[in-house]
C-alpha cells in the first residue's frame, strides 16, 4: 500500500480515514479540496484539474483523498494508484454529514444541497478500466471501515 486513492461522496469520512490512514503508514496525505476550489468556491476547470492531479500523484507514495465531482478526471488518480479505498456509505448520512459540517458557509451550503455527486456504480466502472492490477477495498458501514484501520494500525 505505497500509493492509496480514497474514494466516496462528499461527508462519507474520506479526510479522517486518510489522516488516520497516513498516520498508521507513514504515508502523506494529499488532501485533493485543497486544489480543487477556488479562493471564491469556484471549481478548477476540467483542463487544469488533470494537469493538478498529474502533478500531485507524481510522488513515490501518497494517500490522495477528494470527492467525486461531476467533472473529476479519475482516470489520472486511478492509473496511478495501487489501492484504492471506496467509501460507499448511504447518500443520506454523507449529505447529513456535508451540510452538517459546512453551515457557516452559504455558497458551499447551497452547492451541497443542489449538486448531485457521482454514484459510485461509474467509479466502479472506472476503476475497472484504469485500475484493473489495483487492491479495492469497499467499505458499506462506517464500522467495517474501523475495522480495517485497527488491523492497519496493528501492524
Not at 13 to 19: I, V, Y
Not at 24 to 30: F, N, Q, Y
Amino acid at each position: 500500500m505505497r500509493r492509496v486513492v480514497v474514494l466516496g461522496r462528499g461527508g462519507a469520512g474520506k479526510s479522517t480515514f486518510a489522516g488516520r490512514l497516513g498516520l498508521a503508514t507513514g504515508l502523506p496525505v494529499v488532501e485533493l479540496d485543497r486544489y480543487f476550489w477556488g479562493p471564491d468556491l469556484a471549481p478548477t476547470p476540467r483542463d487544469r484539474w488533470a494537469s493538478v492531479q498529474h502533478d500531485l500523484t507524481a510522488g513515490a507514495g501518497w494517500i490522495l483523498d477528494g470527492d467525486l465531482a461531476h467533472h473529476d478526471v479519475l482516470e489520472v488518480r486511478l492509473r496511478r494508484a495501487d489501492t484504492i479505498v471506496v467509501l460507499d456509505f448511504s447518500l443520506r448520512r454523507c449529505a447529513w454529514r456535508a451540510v452538517r459540517r459546512s453551515r457557516a458557509n452559504a455558497e458551499f451550503w447551497r452547492w451541497v444541497i443542489h449538486y448531485r455527486r457521482r454514484g459510485l456504480p461509474p467509479v466502479r466502472a472506472a476503476i475497472a478500466d484504469y485500475a484493473p492490477g489495483a487492491d479495492v477495498y469497499t467499505f458499506h458501514t462506517p464500522r467495517a471501515l474501523e475495522r480495517f484501520l485497527e488491523r492497519v494500525e496493528a501492524k
